[in-house]
T-cell receptor, first 110, second 112 residues
Framework: AQRVTQPEKLLSVFKGAPVELKCNYSYSGSPELFWYVQYSRQRLQLLLRHISRESIKGFTADLNKGETSFHLKKPFAQEEDSAMYYC????????????FGTGTRLKVLA | NAGVTQTPKFQVLKTGQSMTLQCAQDMNHEYMSWYRQDPGMGLRLIHY???????DQGEVPNGYNVSRSTTEDFPLRLLSAAPSQTSVYFC???????????FGQGTRLTVV
């Protein structure tokens, strides 16, 4: 079955502390994985995609096919990182369907 | 470009009423989709369309209808609203050959 699991509903960290938002997936093919973010009162927007291997706003995410994980990391959290984060799996080449995880709310405390 | 525009932003319906959530995009994207966002359940795909005249069901299609008569518009119709359809609804579009989804600002629907 195709599935995306985000085990933490809420993650609270202090400003300056490292952050890791967990994402595990179940997919039989070659996965395309993404992180989307939703800041308060804003629309959902793309943060990272695994194929570009980029760092956006200090966040990185590495695809680990052995552990079927795509965890989102940032070494030093900022208050403006507080938001809802969704891990998403694109189901197959040539399709445009996403499977989203249940989301993790990140709260960065001053 | 306005991007993806959803109307209305908020709506309260009585059980049994019908209504249409509007979604329009001005980016000439072929792929459009509707999701509902519920606490603890993330975003679930309701219906999607790969182009004008073509629609298909997603994960949770029951109680919803869609049509795609133009590239720009992808309305979602609730046939007979039920309290279980209380949710936040998001429309998204993706350009052909790309992977990034562009989302609307959402419609918060309450069915009483």
């Amino acid at each position: 079955a195709q599935r995306v699991t985000q085990p933490e509903k809420l993650l609270s960290v202090f400003k300056g502390a490292p952050v890791e938002l967990k994402c595990n997936y179940s997919y039989s093919g070659s996965p395309e994985l993404f992180w989307y973010v939703q800041y308060s009162r804003q629309r959902l927007q793309l943060l990272l995609r695994h194929i570009s291997r980029e760092s956006i706003k200090g966040f990185t995410a590495d695809l680990n096919k052995g552990e079927t994980s795509f965890h989102l990391k940032k070494p030093f959290a900022q208050e403006e990182d507080s938001a809802m984060y969704y891990c998403a799996l694109k189901t197959g080449t040539g399709t445009y369907k996403y499977i989203f995880g249940t989301g993790t709310r990140l709260k960065v405390l001053a | 470009n306005a991007g993806v525009t959803q109307t209305p932003k908020f709506q309260v319906l009585k059980t049994g009423q019908s209504m249409t959530l509007q979604c329009a995009q001005d980016m000439n994207h072929e792929y459009m989709s509707w999701y509902r966002q519920d606490p603890g359940m993330g975003l679930r795909l309701i219906h999607y369309s790969v182009g004008a005249g073509i629609t298909d069901q997603g994960e949770v299609p029951n109680g919803y209808n869609v049509s795609r008569s133009t590239t720009e518009d992808f309305p979602l119709r609730l046939l007979s609203a039920a309290p279980s359809q209380t949710s936040v609804y998001f429309c998204a579009s993706i350009p052909e050959g790309a992977t990034e989804a562009f989302f609307g600002q959402g419609t918060r629907l309450t069915v009483v």
